[in-house]
Nanobody
Framework: QVQLVESGGGLVQAGGSLTLSCAAAGRTFSDYAMAWFRQAPGKESEFVAAVSRAGKRTHYADFVKGRFTISRDNAKNTMVLRMNRLNPENTAVYFC?????????????????WGQGTQVTVSS
């Protein structure tokens, strides 16, 4: 089992920034690809960004458009999503997720473990 806890959500004005963190516990963190997903009210969950086990590869959803940066610190068992130039369409609950893998891939689906989510609200 892997336990994931997100933090860093909140209310921010359009154009502002937020940094989300995900703390992991329970298994060897570096054995897992990590990702962020989000779910807006009335919408399905969607992929945001992923980072490979060693942190050398990243993958982003098209809507990120260079505004978000995903990273991880395997020594601290943490993952971070830095979000800049936020807009109201980014309002959602953001979830971190872990997927066991033996490769340096950055999967966009089929994650095994999920956190409880952190609310991000962007006001116009």
């Amino acid at each position: 089992q892997v336990q994931l806890v997100e933090s860093g959500g909140g209310l921010v004005q359009a154009g502002g920034s937020l940094t989300l963190s995900c703390a992991a516990a329970g298994r060897t963190f570096s054995d897992y690809a990590m990702a962020w997903f989000r779910q807006a009210p009335g919408k399905e969950s969607e992929f945001v960004a992923a980072v490979s086990r060693a942190g050398k590869r990243t993958h982003y959803a098209d809507f990120v458009k260079g505004r978000f940066t995903i990273s991880r610190d395997n020594a601290k068992n943490t993952m971070v999503l830095r979000m800049n130039r936020l807009n109201p369409e980014n309002t959602a609950v953001y979830f971190c997720a872990a997927r066991w893998t033996v490769t340096g891939a950055t999967p966009t689906h089929d994650y095994d473990y999920w956190g409880q989510g952190t609310q991000v609200t962007v006001s116009s």
